[in-house]
């Protein structure tokens, strides 16, 4: 399972003080890939319930990854942002298909259709059993642990804002700062969205960008979306 346990990075967190409360910001890395590289989480703010936010599970889908980063920036320079979250963002879930911008990990496996949920279905391209790779496994225990209130995972290239579980007015919440419609895709086998929202209860909003959207840069990006993601987090 986890590589190694945790690597504090920032053995003293960054504690700021507001007009709110203190604000915390920690970088860990959670867990390795099948190729070692650090799977990183971010975590801002010190508020009562945990949210999450994933980006880039899909190595071929990279405009998550700098929308991530865009987002942690903004955390840091603006701390008083949100007294009610506690904020941990995955920027890069799975950085082995980042690096080759495959789909898959490095073993070829969608990552995304490997969580235990009751639809998943055992094969050679989603893994003969649920959480047979690494990446995944970090994503579950982290979950697990957090027990986030809601979670968004940011994708491509669909253009809309899917949900799963009971997550539509938070959806609605977010579509009205950006121009994505929310839209159902249906509940994908062993896919994040069918574990956290149909076995969990959570729910979990799929972000989906636009495929010309890997052009762009990231305060690009943060135009175009920072305010959805800024009314989830106000939620
Ligand atoms: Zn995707």
Redesign the pocket.
Known sequence: MKKLGLLLLFSMPLVIFTGCQSRVFRAEVEGYSVESRPIFMHTFGSGKENVLIIATI?GS?PAGEPLARELMAYMEKHPGFSCKHKVTVIPVANPDGLTRSHRGNRNGIDL?RNFPAENRVNSPRYGQQALSEPESQVLYELINRLKPVWVISI??PLACIDYDGPGESLANAMALRCDLPVKKLGSLPGSLGSWVGNELGVPIMTLELRKEDSELSGSALWAKYGPALLAALQY
Request: no cysteine; aromatic share 0%.
């Open positions: 899909h889908e995304n994708h491509q």
